[in-house]
RNA sequence: GCCUCCAUGGUCAAGCGGUUAAGACGUCGCCCUCUCACGGCGAAAACAGGGGUUCGAGUCCCCUUGGAGGUGCCA
């Protein structure tokens, strides 16, 4: 029975890279029918956001990402935070303290940071000197007793090598030797993340271990804490980072939009999930979309890629023009009222109309506000938007036709886009003018914008009788001056 | 600095010893058309470099270069 977790620290939101870490993680436990777990990674306390372990909750339910077992939802293998377990920790890190692969140590930060920057101003790298581990048992014990503050470290050998097997990676070896004696135990009595990992990964059983590249070169040291505690480890997949371009990563601070920004914004759900399970995974196939479900199905270990991928906005903002279409006329409508809200009235516009114009034009709903707001009040346009050279007209032919126009117009009683167009279009053939010279003018004069959701005759229909009537006159006036 | 990992168009990527090196986004052109979109058609655009192995290398090995990650009482 595979089971699988995804392990966020709550920092406030969940970024892109977590997002997808969590979504193959997900898929993977659902492909082969397995547990998928959610497990709260709280130990470093000052780090401390509040409110960011609903937002993940939260996050991971508007991505669709059920979990069979989490803090909020419970499970066999609780709790799922890992400070409701600190209780857990100690006894695995003292048994490893007994078994020779950990050490009480009494080092001061201060002294440590000290020791660091010394090295940092050598060139070399940091590594701590297993001061402690030299320590008579003896006296270790009386600090202990006196309460003296300390943490645990672990104990890598000094020679020979560590490694592991990646599912994507492969073999994984580093020698011991450039390895440092890693807090297990923090002074505080938590646990750090080289430790917890290794402890609630074994004891809520999980099989397969999915996450990002940083551990890849860690992964090695945490082999060692599980056969010296007489474990037997995971199957382990790490998976690239995700990044904003070439040499940066994605990140909230530099103002790359987390998964909520992304939707706020008013990019689909759907449309976010397709668009990140491709970015390190291929279906070795030309198919491009899926839905969660399809990616249960269609997602393996096999299609992953052992490369960094940058995050193409531009490709995202494609994917979410597409399942924009997909969606019904009702649905669309639903999602896209909000947005005509902002800037038009309900009891003046037929939103229904409009959401029918705008639906296949729209990629990211935050667009919609600049697209539709002309039909609330008419923009200052200057006459040269009346000049189109393949439409054939300019100011003086737009002056032209658009006079011809106001009393056909006027003379529609019945103001429906039918009506409208035949009137119009007899009108046109009349005057022996061409569709052009007067739908692009009649547009512009009553619009006011280069582009629009729909032509001359929609928009028409949209503003109303008497606002067209009223548009034109304007506009009419404003070429003959 | 040291350690680990990675490397096909601008981007996502297929390819897993023999191909005219797919496809998608983006870009550009054409068509459709009352604008812009949508849709249709087409074009430009890649195996980082050098050595091997092999009859044959984008595919395997080594080196170089470039990039990423790690080097925290952060995860």
């Not at 645990?152 to 011991?176: K, M, W």
Request: glycine share 6%; with cysteine; charged share 25%.
């Amino acid at each position: 029975m595979i089971r699988t977790r995804f392990a966020p620290s709550p920092t406030g939101y969940l970024h892109l890279g977590g997002l997808r870490t969590a979504l193959y993680t997900y898929l993977y436990a659902r492909k082969h029918h397995g547990t998928f777990i959610l497990r709260i990674e709280d130990t470093d306390q000052e780090r401390e956001v509040p409110g960011a372990v609903q937002k993940i909750y939260d996050s991971m339910h508007a991505a669709g990402l059920t979990y069979d077992e989490g803090p909020d939802v419970g499970g066999d293998y609780g709790p799922y935070i890992q400070t409701q377990r600190r209780d857990t920790y100690p006894q695995y890190a003292k048994q490893l303290v007994e078994s020779g692969g950990a050490y009480y140590c009494f080092c001061t930060k201060e002294r440590l940071d000290e020791a660091r920057a010394e090295a940092d101003k050598k060139g070399e790298g940091f590594k701590y000197d297993k001061h402690c581990l030299h320590l008579p048992k003896e006296e270790v014990q009386r600090r202990l007793e006196a309460g003296e503050p300390h943490v645990i470290r672990q104990n890598v050998p000094l020679s020979g090598t560590a490694s592991f097997e990646d599912a994507l990676y492969g073999h994984v070896e580093v020698d011991c030797a450039t390895l440092d004696d890693n807090v297990l135990i923090k002074a505080d009595g938590l646990p750090t993340y080289n430790f917890a990992n290794v402890i609630d990964d074994h004891l809520m059983g999980i099989t397969h271990v999915m996450r990002g590249t940083e551990y890849l070169s860690s992964a090695p040291k945490y082999n060692l804490l599980y056969s010296s505690l007489g474990w037997t480890p995971p199957v382990y997949v790490h998976l690239p980072v995700v990044m904003a371009d070439s040499t940066r990563k994605l990140s909230k601070r530099h103002g790359d939009p987390s998964f909520e920004d992304l939707l706020e914004m008013g990019y689909l759900r759907d449309a976010i999930i397709n668009f990140i399970a491709l970015l390190g995974w291929s279906p070795r196939s030309e198919r491009e979309f899926f839905t969660l479900q399809e990616l249960e199905q269609a997602f393996d270990l096999e299609g992953l890629s052992k490369a960094p991928s940058i995050f193409d906005m531009t490709k995202l903002t494609w994917f979410n023009g597409e399942y924009m279409r997909k969606l019904s006329p009702t649905e669309y409508l639903q999602i896209a009222t909000p947005w005509f809200k902002k800037v038009l009235d309900p009891a003046k516009i037929d939103f229904n109309r409009l959401a029918e114009l705008l639906q296949s034009r729209t990629e990211v709903l935050k667009d919609i506000p600049d697209m539709v707001d002309f039909f609330a009040a008419m923009p200052a346009f200057d006459a040269e938007l009346y000049t189109h050279k393949k439409m054939k007209t300019d100011p003086a032919v737009a002056l032209d036709a658009l006079t011809k126009m106001r009393p056909v117009l006027d003379g529609i009683f019945d103001w429906t886009e039918a009506a409208i167009h035949d009137a119009l279009m007899t009108a046109i053939a009349e005057a022996g003018l061409k569709n052009g010279q007067v739908l692009w003018p009649l547009r512009i004069a009553i619009s006011g914008k280069a582009s629009t959701p729909g032509g001359a005759i929609e928009i028409a229909y949209l503003l109303g009788k008497d606002e067209t009537l009223a548009r034109l006159d304007r506009s009419i006036a404003q070429l003959k001056q």
